[in-house]
C-alpha cells in the first residue's frame, strides 16, 4: 500500500482530479492518508482501495480531507487586505454603472477566516451597506473544513496579529473559543470547489474580485497556469486577481496583466488604457484608476485560445526592478556620480521591503566585485522572497562555497530547499547552520517545521523546546550578520506552543489507541 509502485497511481489519480501534488515529504502524508482511509473502507490492498477511490466520489472526497493543508488566520497579509478594501473596492465601484453588486469570492478558503476578515474590512469601510453592495462567496476543496467555515467558532490561534477592537467588535467570547456575529457570518456563501473542474455553477461565475492567496505553492507550475486560467474565466471582465504576497510573480504567466499598486502585487484582467510607456530596460503602461502594468516594451503575440495579449510577454524581468506607484511617471536616470555602495543603508531598504531600490545598488556592486558577500546574500534573499529559487541558490552557494560557515547562506539554501520540497536537502543546511552556531533559534525552528510535517514527532518536540528555551532569555547571537530575517519573537513562541501542545495530543492519541 505504500511502495513507490502504489504511490505513483493515487499521485497521478489526486493530481489528474484536482491537481494536489505529493512529492518528496508530501509522499509520507499520503501514505499515512492511504492506510487510514483504506482500514476505514473495510479495503484489502492498495488495488482494492485504488478502485474504490476511482468509483466512488464520497471516499475520494474523504481523502482530500485527510490531504489538504488549513494553516490560516485572520487578517493575514494585511496590507493586501488595506489595499484592496481603501483602493481597489472603492475603484471599482466607481467604475460600475449597474446596481448589481460586487462580487467577491475567496477561492480555497479553508476555515473561512479570510472571507470574513473581507467583510469585516469592508464592513468597517462601508457599514450595513456591505449586505447589498457587495456578495461574498468562499470555496473550498476541502468540504469537512467548510463545516467548520459556517459555524464561524476560531480558537485564540486564528487571531494571530489582529488589534483586540477588531475582535470584540465582531466576535462573542465564550469559555472556549470566539464565535463571529451573524450579522458578519450570514454574508457569505461557502461551495465545495475543485478549481481544477470542467465546469462551474452559475454562482461562482462573474466575480469581481477573486483572492487565491497562499493556495498555489501546493501545485506545479503548468497546474498553476491551468488554474489560472480556470480563475480568469470566473472574473468578468475588469476584475482582480490577489494571490498570495510570496506567490504573485511565480503566478505570473502572461495569463493576466501584471500590476503593482502601493509596492503590491495584483493581476487584473481586461484591456489596457492608455499608452505604452518605456521605463529603463521595461515599461510602465497606466491603467484605469491607478497603478501600473509592468511589461516589457514590446508585448510578444497573443497566447493560444485568448482574444486580446493579457500581460504580453513574460514580465518577470521586469519585474526584478519594479518602479514605485506613483501620479506621475519615474523621472530618467541622473547622470550624476553613483555613490558607493553601502551595506548598512541596503540592508535597511532589504529589510524595508524596498526591493526596487536596492537591487540596482546590489547589481552595480557586484558587477565591481562579484564575490561581495554582503551584496550576494542580499541579493539571494530579494531573489528567494521573489520565488526565483534558482537564481537566490547560485547567489547563496555562491557566499558558501567561501564561507563554509556562513550561517546566512546556510539559512537562505535552507528556506530555497523547503520551498522546493526538499525535505532532506532543507534539513541537512538547517543542521549545519546549528552545527554552525547553536543559538541559531531559526534554524531550530525551520528543522522542528520540518520534522513535524515529515511525522519525525520526536525530533520536532525537541527542536520547538530549544526554540523556546533560546527565546526564554536575552536575545542571543544567532550568527546573522546580513540576512533580515522576519520572524516576530512573539508569534514563533506562541507556534512553538502550540505545536508541542498538538503533538502531545497526537501522542496521548496514539498511546489510547
Known amino acids: 500500500m505504500t511502495s513507490a509502485a502504489d504511490l505513483a497511481a493515487f499521485k497521478a489519480l489526486i493530481r489528474e482530479r484536482c491537481g494536489l501534488l505529493f512529492e518528496g515529504d508530501g509522499e509520507a502524508k499520503l501514505a499515512a492518508a492511504l492506510r487510514q482511509r483504506s482500514a476505514a473502507a473495510g479495503t484489502g490492498s492498495g488495488a482494492d482501495y485504488y478502485a474504490r477511490l476511482r468509483a466512488s466520489e464520497c471516499e475520494f472526497q474523504d481523502l482530500i480531507n485527510l490531504l489538504t493543508v488549513n494553516e490560516t488566520y485572520f487578517y493575514r497579509e494585511p496590507d493586501q487586505i488595506r489595499l484592496l478594501a481603501e483602493r481597489i473596492v472603492p475603484r471599482l465601484l466607481a467604475q460600475r454603472s449597474a446596481a448589481a453588486p460586487l462580487r467577491i469570492l475567496s477561492a480555497g478558503c479553508s476555515s473561512g477566516e479570510e472571507p470574513y476578515t473581507v467583510v469585516m474590512a469592508l464592513h468597517q469601510r462601508y457599514g450595513a451597506a456591505v449586505t447589498t453592495r457587495f456578495a461574498f462567496h468562499a470555496g473550498d476543496i476541502d468540504s469537512s473544513v467548510l463545516t467548520k467555515a459556517r459555524a464561524a467558532r476560531y480558537s485564540e490561534f486564528s487571531f494571530r496579529g489582529v488589534p483586540a477592537a477588531i475582535r470584540e467588535r465582531y466576535f462573542e467570547r465564550d469559555e472556549w473559543a470566539y464565535t463571529l456575529k451573524e450579522e458578519i457570518r450570514r454574508c457569505v456563501d461557502f461551495h465545495e470547489l475543485n478549481l481544477l473542474a470542467p465546469q462551474f455553477p452559475p454562482q461562482l461565475q462573474g466575480f469581481d474580485v477573486i483572492l487565491f492567496r497562499n493556495v498555489s505553492i501546493y501545485f506545479d507550475a503548468a497546474t498553476r497556469q491551468l488554474i489560472q486560467r480556470q480563475l480568469a474565466s470566473l472574473l468578468n471582465p475588469d476584475g482582480v486577481l490577489l494571490t498570495g504576497t510570496a506567490e504573485t510573480l511565480a503566478n505570473d504567466f502572461g495569463v493576466m496583466?501584471?500590476?503593482?499598486?502601493?509596492?503590491?502585487?495584483?493581476?487584473?484582467?481586461?484591456?489596457?488604457?492608455?499608452?505604452?510607456?518605456?521605463?529603463?530596460?521595461?515599461?510602465?503602461?497606466?491603467?484605469?484608476?491607478?497603478?501600473?502594468?509592468?511589461?516589457?516594451?514590446?508585448?510578444?503575440?497573443?497566447?493560444?485560445?485568448?482574444?486580446?495579449?493579457?500581460?504580453?510577454?513574460?514580465?518577470?524581468?521586469?519585474?526584478?526592478?519594479?518602479?514605485?506607484?506613483?501620479?506621475?511617471?519615474?523621472?530618467?536616470?541622473?547622470?550624476?556620480?553613483?555613490?558607493?555602495?553601502?551595506?548598512?543603508?541596503?540592508?535597511?531598504?532589504?529589510?524595508?521591503?524596498?526591493?526596487?531600490?536596492?537591487?540596482?545598488?546590489?547589481?552595480?556592486?557586484?558587477?565591481?566585485?562579484?564575490?561581495?558577500?554582503?551584496?550576494?546574500?542580499?541579493?539571494?534573499?530579494?531573489?528567494?522572497?521573489?520565488?526565483?529559487?534558482?537564481?537566490?541558490?547560485?547567489?547563496?552557494?555562491?557566499?558558501?562555497?567561501?564561507?563554509?560557515?556562513?550561517?546566512?547562506?546556510?539559512?537562505?539554501?535552507?528556506?530555497?530547499?523547503?520551498?522546493?520540497?526538499?525535505?532532506?536537502?532543507?534539513?541537512?543546511?538547517?543542521?549545519?547552520?546549528?552545527?554552525?552556531?547553536?543559538?541559531?533559534?531559526?534554524?531550530?525552528?525551520?528543522?522542528?517545521?520540518?520534522?513535524?510535517?515529515?511525522?519525525?514527532?520526536?525530533?520536532?518536540?525537541?527542536?520547538?523546546?530549544?526554540?523556546?528555551?533560546?527565546?526564554?532569555?536575552?536575545?542571543?547571537?544567532?550568527?546573522?550578520?546580513?540576512?533580515?530575517?522576519?520572524?516576530?519573537?512573539?508569534?514563533?513562541?506562541?507556534?512553538?506552543?502550540?505545536?508541542?501542545?498538538?503533538?502531545?495530543?497526537?501522542?496521548?492519541?496514539?498511546?489510547?489507541?
Request: net charge neutral.
Open 257 to 513: 496583466t501584471l500590476v503593482e499598486e502601493d509596492g503590491l502585487f495584483y493581476f487584473v484582467k481586461g484591456q489596457r488604457v492608455g499608452q505604452l510607456r518605456e521605463c529603463g530596460s521595461h515599461a510602465l503602461l497606466p491603467l484605469q484608476g491607478g497603478g501600473w502594468e509592468l511589461t516589457h516594451p514590446h508585448p510578444g503575440p497573443p497566447l493560444e485560445g485568448e482574444g486580446v495579449v493579457l500581460g504580453g510577454a513574460s514580465t518577470a524581468t521586469a519585474a526584478l526592478h519594479p518602479a514605485k506607484p506613483s501620479q506621475s511617471l519615474p523621472p530618467l536616470a541622473s547622470t550624476a556620480a553613483t555613490p558607493p555602495f553601502n551595506l548598512t543603508a541596503a540592508i535597511r531598504l532589504t529589510r524595508e521591503k524596498r526591493y526596487d531600490e536596492v537591487l540596482p545598488q546590489l547589481e552595480r556592486r557586484l558587477g565591481a566585485d562579484a564575490h561581495d558577500s554582503g551584496a550576494l546574500l542580499l541579493q539571494a534573499h530579494i531573489l528567494l522572497n521573489r520565488m526565483d529559487f534558482a537564481a537566490a541558490e547560485r547567489a547563496a552557494a555562491s557566499v558558501l562555497e567561501r564561507d563554509p560557515w556562513s550561517v546566512d547562506a546556510l539559512l537562505l539554501l535552507g528556506q530555497v530547499a523547503k520551498w522546493r520540497n526538499q525535505a532532506d536537502a532543507a534539513i541537512r543546511h538547517f543542521k549545519q547552520a546549528v552545527y554552525t552556531r547553536h543559538e541559531c533559534w531559526p534554524a531550530h525552528y525551520y528543522l522542528a517545521d520540518l520534522h513535524r510535517m515529515t511525522n519525525a514527532q520526536e525530533p520536532a518536540r525537541r527542536e520547538y523546546r530549544i526554540v523556546l528555551q533560546l527565546l526564554s532569555g536575552n536575545a542571543p547571537d544567532i550568527g546573522v550578520r546580513v540576512v533580515p530575517l522576519d520572524l516576530p519573537v512573539a508569534e514563533i513562541r506562541f507556534l512553538c506552543e502550540h505545536q508541542l501542545a498538538k503533538l502531545a495530543g497526537q501522542q496521548s492519541a496514539a498511546t489510547v489507541r
